[in-house]
């Protein structure tokens, strides 16, 4: 959500921003902007609503020289999406810029306080209190910058990511953060405290620094860095302390944020799963001995072999992995699992106690109600485990142990790759704690590991042959509504399948598990409604070909998810897509393959954006 580049340097610094806000569109975005302290010496604003491209068109006769700058892509909280309320913001005196994601929660009665000493306020934003403050801070204390920045953020409630050019400063760059990401990019042949010609690139991830180095800092909460042009970066928290940086190499090449030939990143990470999924479990399965190696769990053995319960934070699709993985967790160990929103566990008084494990999945590992729901946990006294894919992100550091997913960096705003890759997580994870507990007969565990490693190849085999998707797709251009349906394992795949449909097509759709239809959503069933049936042969097959029957009957349209030569349900279909047989438990890996790459060509045929839905942000990273 938003999006933050800066740059410092010896060379030009609008292309590498610009490029920069490009790398960061997948993040979700209604507007851009740059500053730039230009060879002239002028500190300039450049904002324009929609795009980056429009941003283009708009700075193409300007001014864009110099060495030094900032910009942003917003999504908007505080004000309406335009360009007055686009960031970066001046200062009163325009001396200073900011830009910045998050949210200052406090920002009203600070307006209110800095419109009574005399300033005024062009924009809606939150942010532009903040730099006004700052600037405040600066006046009225007589002080520099960087303490006026130290001041002003003593002052404010919420979180931030923050970006700052003075004008009268043209060789430094101040940054700060807390509870929103921001990463320090150390130009390659430079060091964090070198001396001569240096650069520095920051980012609310790596995305936009990786072509130039992959040597980074993560900013720790409520730390300030000032990077400035002769090689040096200090950070000091908000007590002045000076703190000592860690140079961290990105596990990232800039291969992964190319499409590859695809049309969509979306559909090239339909089409990496196999892959991903095989990284995923690369040097956590023993193939020889059957076993699972998993060191999250490993090293913490007796928290696992303790435990009383289990319950699993998440977000979104994130939660749907949560709901399969309970499924699979309970049945392996033993253990009761519960699976909670973030967003509503945060804000509850949860009964939870210190033999309790509490899990936080999230793709980015910034998404702001799991890192709530962590601090509450830990407040309690809970164990933390967390379950994400981005490296050096706020969960993996706020956390008591923890696995990556390891499936590469997922640009596309709907969830694909990464919600496999969670998924199988925490099968490698049930299965651990299976084996630390014991509760699985040694043969069936063996064979439950046999099985796992046969899905990659299995999930190659479903892509090659659900082709024929994209023809029917377009059947289906101008429904209105659509209904999911799944049982056991499968019901999560139908909450998923029709959460990936609303996320890119904007046809409402809703999942429910196949049993429910008689409890009210078959009073919705006509010849006008699709409805999406996975039905493969293990599992409750019996029970589901039941339901379907009371959906034909009444003139619904079905398309199948069906087990490899499966002919009862294929009968019963309009349109049938099959994978390969595996055990009830891994089927949703399979499955949801298919209802990915509906939504993807329903959604195309429509004209839709796939990769930046409207309204959505690939990383919540506020409320």
């Known amino acids: ?133 700052i600037e405040y801070m600066q006046i009225t204390h007589q002080c520099d910058t960087v303490t006026a920045v130290h001041l002003a953020l003593k002052n404010v409630v919420g979180a931030y990511a923050i970006a700052i050019l003075d004008k009268r400063n043209p060789n430094q760059l101040i940054a700060a953060r807390k509870g929103s990401p921001l990463i320090i990019g150390v130009g390659k042949g430079n060091s964090t405290a070198g001396e001569g010609n240096a650069e520095f690139l920051l980012g609310s991830d790596a995305t936009p620094i990786i072509e130039y180095t992959d040597q980074v800092i993560y900013l720790k909460d409520e730390e300030i860095a000032v990077l400035n042009r002769n090689g040096k970066c200090a950070i000091t928290n908000l007590d002045s302390i000076q703190q000592t940086p860690q140079l961290q190499t990105l596990q990232m090449s800039l291969d992964e944020l190319e499409k590859g030939g695809f049309q969509h ?54 939660w749907h992995s949560a709901l399969i993985g309970k499924y699979f967790i309970e049945e392996a160990t033993k253990i009761p699992v519960e699976v909670e929103y973030a967003s509503e566990f945060r804000y509850r008084n949860p009964v939870i106690s210190k033999q309790d494990i509490v899990i936080a999945i999230s793709q980015s590992g ?16 809970c164990f933390v485990y967390g379950i994400c894919n981005v490296i050096g992100s706020s969960i993996p550091r706020n956390t008591d142990s923890g696995t990556y997913i390891h499936v590469g960096p997922e640009i596309g705003v709907a969830s694909t790759k990464a919600f496999t890759g969670q998924l199988t997580t925490l099968i490698l994870f049930g299965l651990a704690i299976a084996k630390v507990r014991q509760t699985l007969d040694e043969q069936l565990f063996h064979q439950l590991v046999d099985d796992l490693m046969l899905i990659p190849e299995k999930m190659q085999w479903t892509l090659e042959h659900s082709k ?90 079905i398309i199948s998810i069906v087990t490899e030569g499966d002919t009862i349900v294929k009968n019963m279909s309009d349109y049938c897509i099959e994978i390969p047989d595996t055990r009830d438990s891994y089927a949703p890996l399979l499955a949801v393959i298919p209802l990915q790459m509906l939504a993807y060509y329903i959604a195309i045929t429509k004209g839709r954006d796939v990769d930046q839905p409207r309204n959505l942000a690939k990383s919540v990273t506020v409320e």
Request: net charge neutral; aromatic share 8%.
């Open 1 to 133: 959500m938003c999006g933050i580049v800066g740059y410092i340097g010896t060379k030009d610094s609008y292309p590498i921003l610009i490029k920069g806000l490009h790398r960061l569109e997948y993040r979700g975005y209604d507007s851009a902007g740059i500053s730039l302290i230009t060879s002239n010496g002028d500190l300039v604003v450049y904002k324009a609503k929609g795009k980056v491209s429009s941003l283009e068109h708009d700075t193409a006769d300007k001014d864009i020289s110099g060495t030094i700058g900032i910009a942003h892509t917003r999504w908007a909280t505080h004000g309406e999406p335009n360009a007055t309320n686009a960031h970066p913001h001046y200062s009163e005196s325009h001396n200073l810029t900011l830009v910045h994601n998050g949210i200052i929660e406090n920002y009203k009665p600070l307006r209110t306080e800095l419109e009574k000493n005399g300033l005024t306020f062009h924009s809606e934003t939150d942010t532009e209190v903040l730099v006004q403050l």
């Open 468 to 557: 024929g998707i994209e023809q029917f797709a377009r059947t289906f251009t101008y429904c209105k509504n659509f209904i999911y349906l799944g049982r056991g394992y499968n019901y999560p795949v139908a909450l998923e399948g029709a959460l990936k449909l609303k996320e890119i097509s904007y046809i409402h759709a809703e999942g429910y598990p196949a049993a429910e239809m008689k409890h009210g959503p078959i009073a919705l069933i006509d010849e006008e409604m699709p409805v999406v049936v996975i039905a493969p042969k293990r599992g409750l097959y019996d029970k589901v070909v039941s339901n379907i029957q009371e959906i034909k009957s009444r003139k619904g349209r």
């Open 265 to 318: 990143f979306m559909l090239k990470e339909i089409y990496e799963q196999p892959n991903a999924i095989r990284t995923c479990m690369k040097g956590r399965i023993d193939p020889q001995n059957h076993d699972i190696l998993l060191s999250g769990v490993i090293d913490h053995r007796d928290r696992f072999l303790n435990a009383k319960r289990i319950i699993i934070c998440a977000c979104g699709t994130s």
């Open 366 to 381: 910034e998404t702001a109600d799991t890192l709530a729901a962590i601090q509450l946990a830990r407040e309690k006294g």
